[in-house]
């Protein structure tokens, strides 16, 4: 793919996961939207979710595998379907671009390893290995690796070792927090260096609040790779860990995020439009949603594109 794809405005697509749970998926233990893929009935709501991002005018979706690390999966007795998940999360989003004939790019989610929002401090050999075969598994259907919601300068960089043999490019979604830090406590000037953005198609702030994103806009912006965000509608400004909100054992039904963390209700399309808006100004052109951001959202800023 153009590996300037990002210099030019592009929509990426918003929260898959509590878009369907808000279209009835359920999810038991902390399968959350893995639940759709090991579920056969729940597979045309991932292509019909899929879909509504690329109707609302996405340039690009993420495939469904932010949930199908092997950790997660084996925590909920699932870790035998850790193959076929990722394996149907490729094969949806293939489908759904297929279905809605549209020129759309497929990036795969390929997320930190352990929990989400903080740091994996397991053995790299061990860390390396979950990336590498979560990797194999999606690299057929995608054409640019997303590493989504990345915690520390170890993952990222143990992760880019992992997907260097597939020759792909990869758009970096790094998690910070409100001191501006990564959950590791690193500064992104720490994280960052001329060796590993040898293949990098820009940098996003992942999974933050509004507030963090613009925060952190001027320092992605001095990196001088096309950068934006990928914005969370939590009503905290914090999202806290799954072990953390999620406590559900493998048979009950799981605790939605949004019953612990919120959800931004004062957060219209206008307010969302105009912040994507003064994004814009700031130089960003790498634009999305994350959680609680539904296609409807999307559609708001889809006219952005140059």
């Not at 999810?27 to 579920?39: E, P, Q, T, V, Y």
């Not at 790019?105 to 050999?125: F, H, M, V, W």
């Not at 959800?263 to 808006?277: C, G």
Request: one cysteine or more; charged letters at 25%; hydrophobic letters at 35%.
């Amino acid at each position: 793919m153009d590996k300037n794809f990002f210099k030019r405005i592009r929509i990426l697509d918003g929260g898959m996961g509590q878009f369907l749970l808000s279209k009835g998926i359920i999810s038991k233990g902390s399968l959350w939207s893995s639940a759709a893929l090991i579920n056969n009935e729940y597979h045309k709501y991932v292509i019909d979710a899929h879909l509504s991002f690329i109707n609302s005018g996405v340039d690009v979706i993420l495939t469904n595998s932010f949930a199908c690390r092997r950790v997660r999966l084996e925590k909920n007795n699932a870790g035998r379907l850790f193959e076929y998940t990722n394996k149907m999360a490729g094969e949806l989003a293939s489908k759904a671009r297929e279905n809605s004939k549209k020129n759309i790019l497929i990036a795969g989610s390929l997320p930190a390893q352990n929990d989400t929002y903080c740091e994996d401090n397991r053995d790299k050999k061990i860390i390396y290995e979950n990336f590498r075969d979560q990797a194999t598994i999606l690299n057929p259907y995608i054409d640019f690796f997303y590493l989504d919601v990345i915690s520390s300068r170890k993952e990222l960089n143990i992760a880019l070792e992992a997907i260097d043999k597939f020759n792909k490019p990869v758009l970096f979604g790094i998690h910070f927090k409100k001191d501006g830090k990564l959950p590791s406590g690193e500064k992104i000037s720490e994280v960052i260096n001329e060796k590993n953005i040898n293949n990098c198609l820009g940098i996003i702030s992942a999974c933050v609040s509004p507030e963090i994103a613009k925060n952190k806009y001027l320092e992605l912006k001095s990196l001088n790779i096309p950068f934006g965000s990928k914005i969370n509608l939590w009503n905290i400004e914090e999202p806290v860990p799954n072990k953390i909100y999620n406590k559900s054992n493998k048979d009950e039904i799981g605790i939605n995020p949004n019953i612990t963390m919120g959800i931004r209700k004062e957060m219209t399309f206008k307010k969302f439009k105009d912040f994507t808006l003064n994004s814009i100004k700031e130089g960003a052109t790498i634009l999305g949603g994350c959680c609680e951001v539904n296609p409807d959202f999307i559609k708001e800023i889809s006219n952005f594109k140059l």
